[in-house]
């Protein structure tokens, strides 16, 4: 596999998302949404799709944007899964 291949660059994505939903989670603490359920495990899941959610979103943005290489784009994924993690923790 390249690093431009496809099927590794989704991959990083997606794991760049979920790592940064579960860090997240652990060092926020629960939300107020989380209150409000008391699955704990519910949380998690829900922060990883939010991560991954806002790391495709800051890839895709780099990629228009910067046009940049592989690291731009996955640095900007990382940067874009904890804005939009932040930005849903702060949303009430």
Avoid: C, E, K, N
């Amino acid at each position: 596999m390249r690093a431009t291949d496809p099927l590794l660059t989704f991959l990083l994505v997606l794991a760049i998302g979920v790592v940064a939903g579960i860090l997240f989670d652990r060092l926020a603490g629960p939300s107020w949404l989380a209150r409000q359920f008391a699955g704990s495990r519910r949380g998690i899941v829900t922060s990883a799709l939010v991560g991954i959610a806002g790391a495709f979103v800051g890839y895709h943005i780099a990629m228009l944007a910067l046009a940049g290489d592989l690291l731009t784009s996955l640095v900007a994924a990382a940067i874009g899964a904890a804005v939009l993690l932040y930005a849903w923790r702060t949303a009430r």
